[in-house]
């Protein structure tokens, strides 16, 4: 069992930036591909980045590409998300992911999500 736990996630103006942060229990953390997903109100839960077990490799959805960027840290079991330039459709429930084969095709693990709000 995996278990994740997100932070960062708060309020702010449109234009700023926030690093959302996943930290995961276990030893086998790069055994697992890992992202990031959210939700916001009124929407069905969508993909928003995801990395490699390695870090070798992201890819991220149109709507956050250039502004957005998926990092890992193996040795300390976490996934991070560095958001810039947000607006205020960014504002949504934000969710770690992992998979151990990846998180595109099937998510093995959910975090509790972290509230994200860009006013503007």
């Known amino acids: 069992q995996v278990q994740l736990v997100e932070s960062g996630g708060g309020l702010v103006q449109a234009g700023g930036s926030l690093r959302l942060s996943c930290v995961a229990s276990?030893?086998?953390?790069?055994?697992?591909?890992m992202g990031w997903f959210r939700q916001a109100p009124g929407k069905e839960r969508e993909f928003v980045a995801a990395?490699?077990?390695?870090?070798?490799?992201?890819y991220y959805a149109d709507s956050v590409r250039g502004r957005f960027t998926i990092s890992r840290d193996n040795a300390k079991n976490t996934v991070y998300l560095q958001m810039n330039s947000l607006k205020p459709e960014d504002t949504a429930v934000y969710y770690c992911?992992?998979?151990?084969?990846?998180?595109?095709?099937?998510?093995?693990?959910w975090g509790q999500g972290t509230q994200v709000t860009v006013s503007s």
């Open positions: 990395i490699s077990k390695s870090g070798g490799n992201t």
């Open positions: 276990g030893r086998a953390f790069s055994s697992y591909g």
């Open positions: 992911a992992a998979g151990s084969r990846g998180v595109i095709v099937r998510v093995d693990y």
